[in-house]
Each structure stands twice: as structure tokens, then as C-alpha cells.
Nanobody, 121 residues
């Protein structure tokens, strides 16, 4: 599966952004999808995941209550709604596809190109 992330940009603290990740192929609903991020000088980290059906989701503690992951299988797209953004959310955000519902980065086999989110104070 090929993934194309979009929606990044610059926003002030407290603002919102919605990231999108469009997938190619006809079996999108069979993939668990995840969002990860990598801040400057830091390792990539898990942000959120969603099951193939979209029923089950989970989040890292740092974004829980502020970010919402969702998917539209008819459009082959997964979203990350980010509210109450903080400067520490500044990072390149990546979407990824996995054959299972997991937060383990190593299990994801397909990655988007990344989209930059910059949050200013």
C-alpha cells in the first residue's frame, strides 16, 4: 500500500490542524493504521492507532484527549484531528499501515512521506 500524508502546517499554540493520509489499493480496511511523529533531534514515537474497522483506537499519553484518529474506508483515508496544539507537538508526522492493530513501529510495513507540523508559542 502507498500512503500520502498531507495537512501539516504552522499554527499557534492552542490551535488545531487535521492531517490526512490517503492510501492506494483496494484492501485499505484490512490494515491497522497509525500515526507517528519525529521531533527535531528525537526518535520517532507512536501517536495514535486505529483498527481496520475504525472501531478501536488508542493514543499516546502525550496526546490523549487532544488528538483524535479516525478513518473513512470508503475514501481510503485516515485522519488525525489535532486540537489544543502545544509547541512540543512540533514534529514531522507520519502515517503508516500494518497488518495488525499495533503501536509497535517495527510492525508497520508501509509509511507515508511525512508532513511537518510546527506549533509556535
Amino acid at each position: 500500500v502507498q500512503l500520502q500524508a498531507s495537512g501539516g502546517g504552522s499554527v499557534q499554540a492552542g490551535g488545531s490542524l487535521r492531517l490526512s493520509c490517503a492510501a492506494s489499493g483496494h484492501t485499505f480496511s484490512s490494515y491497522g493504521m497509525g500515526w507517528f511523529r519525529q521531533a527535531p533531534g528525537k526518535e520517532r514515537e507512536f501517536v495514535a492507532r486505529i483498527s481496520g474497522s475504525g472501531v478501536v483506537t488508542s493514543y499516546s499519553d502525550s496526546v490523549k484527549g487532544r488528538f483524535t484518529i479516525s478513518r473513512d474506508n470508503a475514501k481510503n483515508t485516515v485522519y488525525l484531528q489535532m486540537n489544543s496544539l502545544k509547541p512540543e507537538d512540533t514534529a514531522v508526522y507520519y502515517c503508516a499501515a500494518s497488518g495488525s492493530y499495533t503501536s509497535s513501529e517495527n510492525v508497520y510495513h508501509s509509511w507515508g512521506q511525512g508532513t511537518l507540523v510546527t506549533v509556535s508559542s
